[in-house]
């Protein structure tokens, strides 16, 4: 079995930052791509940041400059650095990765961490 670990949610005012981290423990063989969701309430979860085993990233239009997604593939974690932030940033925030376990690819959430900006 893995399981991903949020950690770094929180209240900010706008402007301001948080750093979201998530670790991944069981039986892994390597972690393909990682990602970072959220969704607000009444919204669908949306994709807002992902990363290669291979350190290529991507990211949603509306986080572009202002968040950064990283990764250490030895401590299997997966960070997300997001700076200037915005009331509409205002979501739950999930850490979802694509694990080899033998020969297959599995799909884990993580269980969401609470991120809140004030205006």
């Known amino acids: 079995q893995v399981q991903l670990v949020e950690s770094g949610g929180g209240l900010v005012q706008a402007g301001g930052s948080l750093r979201l981290s998530c670790a991944a423990s069981g039986s892994i063989f390597s972690i393909n791509t990682m990602n970072w969701y959220r969704q607000a309430p009444g919204k669908q979860r949306e994709l807002v940041a992902a990363?290669?085993?291979?350190?290529?990233?991507n990211y949603a239009d509306s986080v572009k400059g202002r968040f950064t997604i990283s990764r250490d593939n030895a401590k299997n974690t997966v960070s997300l650095q997001m700076n200037s932030l915005k009331s509409d940033d205002t979501a739950v925030y999930y850490c979802?990765?694509?694990?080899?376990?033998?020969?297959?690819?599995?799909?884990?959430w993580g269980q969401g961490t609470q991120v809140t900006v004030s205006s």
């Open positions: 990363i290669t085993s291979a350190g290529d990233t």
């Open positions: 979802n990765a694509f694990v080899e376990i033998g020969i297959h690819e599995y799909d884990y």
